[in-house]
């Protein structure tokens, strides 16, 4: 069939499916599909972005690849029409904890719990709408501070975008 469009802009829904883990700074819908450059690193919630150029890839499992779960299929061509800004690391309980103002609900629930309570710890249990709560305030706090260029916001990546980016141009 025809293959898939995967682009959106900023003000797109995220995939309901994604982790709160991922940030993407995206370009509004009118700019252009150049990446316009980062030139300060964020001073308040210091995050490395890496810039992840459109493409068309093969998007799900192969039946061959064991074990195989229900949904990883069928293989299907997915272009991803407009690049974006994926952080290049897992938001840190620092990050996440300096830009909610508190951790994830489920995070508080096991923290007792925890021996290691680093702050370069990556967050974890975050429900969808605590990530993006944490997406929308990291984009107020950056743009007030003038380190995200304007018309950009942090979101989710789509469930496309993300296994794009993993796939790094292999089939695997």
């Known amino acids: 069939g025809p293959a898939a469009d995967a682009g959106e802009d900023a003000t797109a829904l995220p995939t309901p499916g994604a982790t709160g883990s991922d940030h993407v700074a995206a370009p509004g819908a009118n700019s252009s599909n150049v990446p316009v450059p980062l030139t300060q690193t964020p001073t308040s919630t210091p995050l490395e972005l890496v810039w992840i150029r459109p493409g068309t890839f093969i998007m799900g499992s192969s039946p061959y690849e064991k074990p195989q779960g229900r949904y990883e299929g069928p293989e299907t061509s997915v272009t991803i029409s407009y ?3 994926l952080g290049k690391y897992e938001v840190t309980l620092w990050q ?3 830009t909610a103002g508190r951790l994830p609900r489920n995070w508080v629930r096991i923290d007792a719990l925890l021996a290691d309570q680093s702050d370069d710890l990556p967050v974890m249990l975050v429900e969808w709408q605590e990530a993006t ?3 929308r305030l990291l984009t107020q706090r950056e743009s007030e501070a003038g380190t995200l ?3 950009y916001a942090y979101r989710l990546p ?3 975008e ?3 980016a993993c796939r790094a141009g292999t089939s695997t």
């Open 149 to 151: 260029p304007q018309g």
């Open 162 to 164: 993300w296994e794009y």
């Open 158 to 160: 789509t469930e496309a």
């Open 133 to 135: 709560n944490f997406c």
């Open 83 to 85: 690049g974006f800004w």
């Open 96 to 98: 996440y904890r300096n």
